[in-house]
Structures are given as structure tokens and as C-alpha cells.
């Protein structure tokens, strides 16, 4: 009988990144899970409050004030008033992991009342291959009790890099706007205990709220738009980001992974808020999902940073015409790669600067 | 939920490779009683069937198939591709399929799995290949679609194929199940949901169900390895066929499911014996992927019988060289494309035995 060996903790690999304009009460639940590791937190909003941040955690924090004098004008590219400025805390990290959560999500339990270490999960699934060529029935074959169902080919069966864990949500669901205007009552309660590889050139809607990605490979395409304040459109950061994401690990070969872990959704933001914010995406992810379907990048877009900037050519000279919104976009998405570059200098995360923690 | 389905538009079809189906179909009763069975016995199996009282059936046997198909075909019924006659001269709209060596599944409440609702509720609720929802099946009760979901794509479209899984045996190929002598699947993945248009699947034949109607010619009983046994680890045809089937409905634009339900697989048989025979199954598919990633079909193909006829035509082209199972395949695609525009289409049925 194979014994299965503790997941690695990782500890000074991952950070934990998380927006925040309310407060971060939420983090005492997460405690005996996330306390060995270092947070990023962004606040969004009013520089001027304070956030209190629970004591025993290690920790720096960002507000708008210190965005603006750490990007200059670059900070241009980093949303305001939405937690799409969670980004911002995935340039500044120095490790190979993030993991990124919302501030209204909490421990969930699994069928048998456990509670769920959703960490530890993401951990497992970055550091086990994804199957993107060939989609495997009996879902994620790396895991404990599965493997590779009849007719999978060997030559497929070592998978590659994981480069993005998407994990759900118990309770509230991600629904958009008319959705929870007609289903206000809806809560996911059906535990599917699964983690799947999605197939490559398959496009899906990453969710921000419980979601993981090693840094050092897909960071750059993480960036999560201009939404929130000025902008016409909101919600749909992490939807963008996805979706420019999965375009490039399909192009260079890496894996995204989505199902567990499960995390509790609490809150329900308000669904005419909610409205508002995405109206417009409802009408532009009609253009939004063909245009990416149909991204083709050259051969000699061998790193992130250049799939990047090809996407954000295309958007401007594809998507332009939809909206002035998409050429500001564009924009934006060449100031962010500039900005990682600058903060990243040639992608040498060996060269680690002790974090300035601020107690 | 299942929508009302009428009992008179499902054949659960049953291949018989051993001849004591006393268990398996009492053990099955309170699902398939409803239902008109139809059994067709291995022509290789020489002795007797034995079904218990109570079903309104069918049984083919060799003759009946001789009479329908003729020897002059080259596709072979025997083995686990007898059931292919089953959905040949079937008259219904639905067919289910399950193996002769599975039983009811218990899912985690204790309750019984009821095979033949769940797949009848995948085939009639529509698929959603286009973008994949993060929620699995959108139309499941307590489910919906996600945040960020084209509200164009939220029509879906016809699910022709429903793939099941196995608790217990799962469907692992010879060397992982010798390798991982006993691992059983104990595993209820509560969820359904499509496989994303453009990718492959292995379809596994031990639990299935289409819609006949839409997809009947797809399913075809075409690789036979030289070395086919009466063990699912000793053949690939149902893989064949489900990557013809797959192939077809990307290309026509229909749907295919995996997942929800499950039955019971019991253990039979010997992986390691097993190995000796598969291992030429194991080779091929290292082929058989990359092939039908490659396939493109044209637009000229509209129905299923011409999707099929245009991939046989490329199997014998691309692979035929490459292995004589390969050439035999394609000629068997092509006889059976024959064979169901004139049995599979009329409206008259060889009487049963």
C-alpha cells in the first residue's frame, strides 16, 4: 500500500493575497490554517482608514497611498474601489505562490464535518501535473484512489506544470446579477468532490475568491483590468483575467485546474449593485468569448510577458471598436506588464528581499 | 430532476457475455422492469440463457444476428460488440447500456443509484460544450450557471452521448489495475457536466446512454484487437467508438456528458493474465489520440452516417499502413454505415428468440 506523504506547507513560497475595504475579521477562522504564512494585504478605498489586521499574523499592507508612490504613474493600471486591485499585491510579492481569497469567505466542512484546509488543497493541486490533451473521466488521476481510466495514453500520463488552482464556494454561489435577481434563495450546497483539468482550448470564468497560481509561471497574465472607479464596468476582473490566463497556458503548455478545494461564501453582495456593475459585461462577454477563442499567438511568444502583450494588441485592435473602454484596456494591460518587469526585475525570484513586514 | 419521459422511448440494451443473468437482471428489476429490454448473447457463448421471469424483453442470439447481417459483413458481434445489434435493430429513441457484470450503485445517502433516470435526465437536458461552467451542470437542481457565462451560450444544445462511472472496479486499463491490485473506487463525484467541444474523452461502454435517433450510426462496433477477450481489459472498442462519436458530435454540434451515475462494477477477472492480451490496446492509442485530435471533417458532412463514413475514410488513409486492425476498422465503419441505413432505419424487426 503506497503511503500518501504530507503535503509540503510551503511556507515561505505562498503568499496570501487579499483585498480588503471592510476589515479582515474573517482571517480568526482562517488562523490555524493560514497563520505560518506571510499576507499581502491590499486595502482598497479610503487610504486614510485603518485596517486592523488580527495579531499573530506576518504580514505588509498596501493602501493607495503606497501603490501611487510605488508605481508612479504606472499606478494608472490598478483599479480603485474594487478588489480587481488585488493584483497589485501579486506584483509586489516575492514568492512562487499566491493564494488569493476574498474577505467574506470562510472555512467550509466537508460531508463528513471536517473542516476543510482549502490551502492545503491548492497546494496539492499546483504541485501535481494537470492533463489538458486528453480529459480523464475518473477526474484528477494524481489523486489518492484514482488514476488514468482505460484508453488514456501513457505518453499523456505525466501531465504538465499546474499553473492556476481555481478552487469553489459552499453557500452563496458566484452567480452573476440576474441570476441572483431571479434566484435569491439559491445556495450551493452539492459537495462535488472532484479537481479536474480543464482542456486545453476550453475557456471558463475564474472566480477571484478562492483561487491560487504559481506566480513565477502565469503571474504577468494575472492582472485583473480596470473596474471599480471611472470605469464603466465592474465584476468582471477576474472573468478578464481568466480568460487571458487560459489563452496563455494553453499556449505554453500548462495545466488549470478547477473543483476543490471548497471555501464558505457569506455574503451576498447586493444584486442591483451588482447590475449596475456588470450591465455592461453582459453585453460585451458576447464579443469577449469569441475574441479569445479566436486568439492565436505567433510561435516566438515564448514568455508570458510577450503572450501578454500580443493579447493586449489584439484587444485593441479587435475589441476597440466595441468600446473606447477596451483601448484604455489595452493600454492599461501594457502599463501592468511594464510595472511587473520593473518590480520583477528579469524575472529572478532566486533573488528574494526579506519582506518589510509591517507590524 | 428527470423530465417525464415516456417508458416506450427507452431500450435498455444488454450484451450477455455469460449466461447466468439471474442476479444482475434481478438486481436490476426495480430500475428496468418499466422498460422493454433488449439482450443480445456473445454468439461466441455456447451455453444457454438464463433470465428470470418478469421483464418484457428481446433475446438475439447468433442466428437472429446471421439472419439480420449476414455473413457477408465483416463486422464482428462477438464479445463485448454483440450489444451493437442491440442498438441496430432497436426501434426506440433512448438507449441504455450497461454491462453484464455491474450492478446497482448505492450513492453516499445509502440510496440506490437509479441508473436509467439519471442518464434519461443528462440526454434531455442540454449540454453546454462551448464554455465550461465551473458549476458542472448548469440545469441541475441547486445550480445554475456562473458569473461571467455568455447568456448567449446558456441555451446549450442536444446531449446525444451520457457517460457513466463505476464504484468499486473502476475502468482502469491492465497495467494500472495490476499495478494497483486493490484499489477500488470508493469515490461519488456528486456531478455532472459536458465534455468541452474540441476535446477527447475515453468513453468507457460499461455505462452509457444515447439518444438513438441522433447518434445511433456513431457508435460503432469497428477495432477489434487480434487479441479481443471477454474482459473489458482486453479491448479498446468502446474507446473507438467513443472518439468516433465524440468527433461527430463536435462536429455537428452536439453534446456529450460524463459523470453522474454511477453503478456498481464487481470483480472478475485477472489484470495480470489480462496484460498479456491488452498490451497491444495500450500500444494503439498512442496512435489512435493524436489521429482523431487530427481529424477534421467537412462541412459537407452534415449527418452522422456521412461523419462517420468521412472518418473511416481518413482511419484507412492515415493508420491503415500502420496496423491491419486499423484497415479492418475502417471497412468495418463503413459496413456498419451500410448495414444501419438498411436494417437500423426500417421499421421492421427480425422477431426475437
Redesign the interface.
Known sequence: MATVSPTPLLKDELDIVIPTIRNLDFLEMWRPFFQPYHLIIVQDGDPTKTIKVPEGFDYELYNRNDINRILGPKASCISFKDSACRCFGYMVSKKKYIYTIDDDCFVAKDPSGKDINALEQHIQNLLSPSTPFFFNTLYDPYRSGADFVRGYPFSLREGVPTAVSHGLWLNIPDYDAPTQLVKPLERNTRYVDAIMTIPKGTLFPMCGMNLAFNRELIGPAMYFGLMGDGQPIGRYDDMWAGWCTKVICDHLGWGVKTGLPYIWHSKASNPFVNLKKEYKGIYWQEELIPFFQSVALPKDCTTVQKCYIEISKQVKAKLGKVDDYFNKLADAMVTWIEAWDELNPSGDLSAKIPNGATK | MSLAIKDDEVDIVIGALRSDLTTFMNEWRPMFSQFHLIIVKDPDLKEELKIPEGFNLDVYGKPDIDQVVGSSTSILFSGYSCRYFGYLVSRKKYIISVDDDCLPARD?KGFLVDVVAQHISNLTNPATPF??????EPY?E????????????RGGVKCALS?G?WLNL????AP?QAL?A??R???????VMT??????????GINIAFEREAVGPALVPALKLAGEGKC??ET?ED?WS?LCVKVVCDHLGLGVK?GLPYIWRTDRGDPIASLKKEWEG?KL??E??PFF?SVRLPREATTVEECIVEVANAVKERLGSMDPVFARAAKAMLDWVKLWQSVGSSSSRSSAV
Open positions: 453516499p464554455f465550461f461552467n465551473t458549476l458542472y441541475a441547486g445550480a445554475d450557471f456562473v458569473r461571467g457565462y455568455p447568456f448567449s451560450l457517460c462511472l473502476a475502468d482502469y486499463d494500472t494497483k486493490r484499489q473506487n470508493s469515490r461519488y463525484v456528486d456531478a465534455v468541452p467541444a474540441g476535446s477527447l474523452i475515453p468513453i468507457s473489458r481489459w479498446m474507446i467513443g460524463t495500450v492509442m498512442e489512435v489520440i485530435q
